[in-house]
């Protein structure tokens, strides 16, 4: 079981920075591939960004891609989503999600792929 806890979101004008952050309850961190999700309102949970198990490997949704960079701290079990250059279409609630593979470098893009959610953070983007 994994206890996953988000914060860094607020109210931010277009054109801002946000950094989002992810703690994971775990002693096995570096066992989990992990990802970042938003939900706007009214449309569905989509993927943002994810990250391997060891640092090395990333991808990025088009819509974020050269904006966010997603990095992983297996020393602190945390996991951030450095955001830049925001504008109203990033206004969504941001999830942070982990799965537990044994594969290292293998990356997850989809929600029913992640076994474990945090409860979400809100980043609203006034225009």
């Known amino acids: 079981q994994v206890q996953l806890v988000e914060s860094g979101g607020e109210l931010v004008q277009a054109g801002a920075s946000l950094r989002l952050s992810c703690a994971a309850s775990t002693r096995t961190f570096n066992n989990y591939a992990m990802g970042w999700f938003r939900q706007a309102p009214g449309k569905e949970r989509e993927f943002v960004a994810a990250?391997?198990?060891?640092?090395?490997?990333?991808t990025y949704a088009d819509s974020v891609k050269g904006r966010v960079t997603i990095s992983r701290d297996n020393a602190k079990n945390t996991v951030n989503l450095p955001m830049n250059s925001l504008n109203p279409e990033d206004t969504a609630v941001y999830y942070c999600a982990a799965r537990n593979t044994g594969y290292s470098r293998t990356l997850y893009s989809t929600l029913g792929q992640y076994d474990y959610w945090g409860q979400g953070t809100q980043v609203t983007v006034s225009s």
């Open positions: 990250i391997s198990r060891r640092e090395d490997r990333t």
